[in-house]
């Protein structure tokens, strides 16, 4: 049987938070692991979106911290399905942070997570196909099977350290 193919603008998924200081450190930026639970949330969304199904994080495979944001600063989440394999889906989640008083907005963290949609016994279970439409979802997508293969290795690599307790 055919398998469905939707849009990427299906699982296109935007968040607006305030950097508020419980979630800063001492210099009040933002706690690197707060945007990481931002970054799971919002991937998760955005890949149920996709497939209308429960989704689990596979895993993240790569967070860049490229600019910080500040107390008072906006951060806007933008996420969507990249690809896709059987069962799994690539999410890419870009951050911005912006400073509204001086009118400056930059990109402070990018990511590639993996979702895998399950069942109701836990089972992963088949999602349909992505369609890029833009250059950027284009470049993410050609790019994907790259990014795949080395997923796999580092799950292979890490294969014997899961068997130790
Ligand atoms: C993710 C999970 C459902 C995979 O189950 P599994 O029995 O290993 O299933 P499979 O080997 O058939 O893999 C299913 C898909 O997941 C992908 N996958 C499995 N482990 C992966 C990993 N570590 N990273 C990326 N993808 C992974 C496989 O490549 C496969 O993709 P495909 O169908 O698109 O080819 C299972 O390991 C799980 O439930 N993990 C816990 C998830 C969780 O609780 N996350 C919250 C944070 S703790």
């Known amino acids: 049987m055919n398998r469905q ?17 419980p979630d800063t450190n001492h210099i009040e930026t933002i706690f690197g692991g707060k945007v990481l639970s931002y970054i799971d949330e919002i991937a998760a969304i955005s890949a149920m979106r996709h497939c209308n199904k429960v989704v689990v994080t596979a895993s993240i495979d790569s967070v860049n911290f490229v600019g910080a944001a500040k107390v008072g600063d906006i951060l806007i989440l933008e996420a969507f399905v990249s690809s896709t394999g059987r069962t799994s889906m690539e999410v890419y989640v870009k951050v911005y942070s912006e400073n509204l008083l001086e ?20 089972t992963p279970t088949e999602v349909p196909l992505v369609v890029p439409e833009t250059e950027e979802q284009k470049w993410l997508f050609q790019t994907s099977q790259q990014r795949r293969e080395q997923r796999k290795k580092t799950v292979n690599q890490d294969a014997p350290l899961v068997k130790h307790k």
């Open 5 to 21: 193919s939707t849009s990427v603008n299906q699982s296109h998924t935007l968040q607006t938070r305030l950097v508020i200081p």
């Open 103 to 122: 009118k400056v907005k930059k990109v402070t963290t990018t990511s590639f997570l993996t979702m895998v949609a399950v069942d109701e016994q836990g």
